[in-house]
């Protein structure tokens, strides 16, 4: 018996042994393979042979009707079909020689189109090329279209180029549109047609001939401008370095070959609606109303005060009677500015004083500054986060304080309230419409006129 135990413990120690052998090996092989799935570099091989065509037939094989494979192809604009056609003709020249590709090959592709196309297209053509390859039974793994996804944003950072809005071609641009509408009164379909055939600059003269018929002109007039004297504001240095900017592509107009002025980064000439946005903002960064026509009013106006003839206005301005100039552009410098201040003595007593909560909110939170009308300001109302609040927000503010004293939750209550405070006063009505900016006391009766006792 002892002996029997004795062999029998022997083979169970066998038989232990061998099951963690086997569970050793096992436990190995899932090892290797977590360190080949994690960290291997996929040998996985495909065919070269990616189609348009290959793709229709993979539709088919699926069961997938004629009708709804044209609807698929719908579902492409015909651009973007057009770019997909053109990867692929890359992608047969870069495999020319090949019968099987790897995923490092998709990489060098990515390189190859680098050096073939624009680096901001190649993130479209990725893009595409990528559906074509899953389209063609080719499916990239998660880590595979993360390696992708580096290596095009790589491409993309480093062409990215920061500079300065002021060295923008736009912004030069949109100064040197001020500047001319400043020294002539265009109209914006005429600025729009210059060529630059027909600009010629003579010392501090500027020739600008027009090429087509506009509202009041023929083609072929030639309007002269004397050339402002400051250097910062020349009109000659802006259009120089506005042309030496950008190489623009030449139109065809009445059989011949002309330069348009007003053009984008990569040639093409402006939209009128481009040009009359880019003069908006100018206007609004220099804090005048944002609307084309106040260049000519500013224009004419100046002219005005130099105590020039009409008779030379309405030429400057092409006017033909003085009806239109006196209704739409005869406007006083003095209005384009109009600030009101509004004095407010402040209440007696402590805890309600207005300069106390002023300062104290004030001192709570960093406003962030916002451009207005041209220049940098401090909102009074303002977020946590310094950002300015939305009206309706300071409306809300409004209502609930007035429903934690027990007023009526409209904001015009408050208006109400001041008012019948000073009727009650025996404040003339005078002074209560000059106080509420009413124009008649029909709003001021009908609308907050209210008894103290009815709030």
């Not at 390859?133 to 992708?148: A, G, Q």
Request: glycine share 4%; hydrophobic share 35%.
């Amino acid at each position: 018996m002892e002996g029997e135990t004795n062999i029998q413990g022997i083979l169970h120690n066998e038989n232990n042994k061998c099951n963690e052998e086997k569970r050793d090996t096992r436990d190995e092989n899932i090892i290797t393979h977590k360190e080949v799935d994690v960290g291997r570099v996929d040998t996985k091989k495909y065919n070269v042979k990616l189609s348009l065509d290959k793709i229709n037939e993979n539709l088919n094989n699926m069961g997938v009707s004629k009708q709804a494979v044209d609807w698929f192809w719908r579902g492409y604009r015909k651009n973007l079909v057009k770019c997909i056609e053109t990867i692929l003709n890359h992608w047969k020249n870069f495999t020319s020689q090949w019968e099987y590709f790897e995923f490092k090959d998709v990489c060098k592709f990515i390189m190859y189109l680098n050096e073939k196309v624009k680096p901001s297209s190649v993130k479209t053509y990725i893009s595409y090329f990528i559906v074509i390859l899953s389209l063609n039974d080719v499916m990239l793994s998660k880590k595979e279209r993360e390696i992708i996804k580096k290596i095009i944003k790589g491409i993309s950072d480093d062409t990215i180029i920061v500079i300065s809005e002021a060295d923008h071609s736009s912004h030069i641009a949109r100064k040197l549109a001020i500047l001319i509408l400043l020294k002539h009164p265009f109209r914006m379909h005429e600025l729009h047609s210059i060529i630059r055939e027909n600009v010629r600059i003579d010392g501090n003269t500027i020739l600008i001939t027009l090429p087509t018929v506009t509202k009041t002109m023929n083609p072929g007039t030639t309007i002269k401008i004397i050339d402002f004297d400051e250097d910062e504001l020349r009109i000659s240095t802006h259009y120089s370095l506005y042309c030496a900017k950008i190489c623009p592509r030449k139109v065809i107009k009445k059989g011949r070959s002309v330069t348009p002025l007003w053009i984008k980064d990569d040639g093409v000439k402006i939209h009128l609606l481009t040009l009359q946005n880019w003069v908006r903002k100018m206007l609004t960064m220099i804090g005048v109303d944002e609307n084309p026509h106040s260049v000519r009013s500013a224009v004419i106006s100046g002219e005005k005060e130099k105590k020039v003839p009409i008779k030379k206005i309405l030429e400057l301005g092409r006017w033909r009677n003085g009806d239109t100039l006196k209704t739409y552009y005869m406007k006083p410098i003095t209005n384009i500015f109009k600030i009101q201040t509004i004095k407010i003595i402040d209440f007696n007593e402590d805890e309600l004083r207005i300069s106390t909560h002023y300062s104290l909110y004030c001192a709570k939170i960093c406003p962030r500054k916002v451009i207005k009308k041209g220049r940098s300001v401090t909102p009074l109302w303002i977020k946590d986060d310094g950002v300015e609040i939305h009206l309706l927000t300071l409306q809300n503010w409004v209502r609930k304080m007035l429903a934690m004293i027990g007023v009526d939750e409209n904001p015009h209550s408050v208006r109400s309230a001041v008012i019948s405070g000073e009727k009650e006063k025996k404040v003339p009505i005078e002074k209560i419409l000059e106080l509420g900016r009413w124009r008649n006391g029909n709003t001021l009766k009908t609308y907050y006129t209210k008894p103290i006792s009815n709030m």
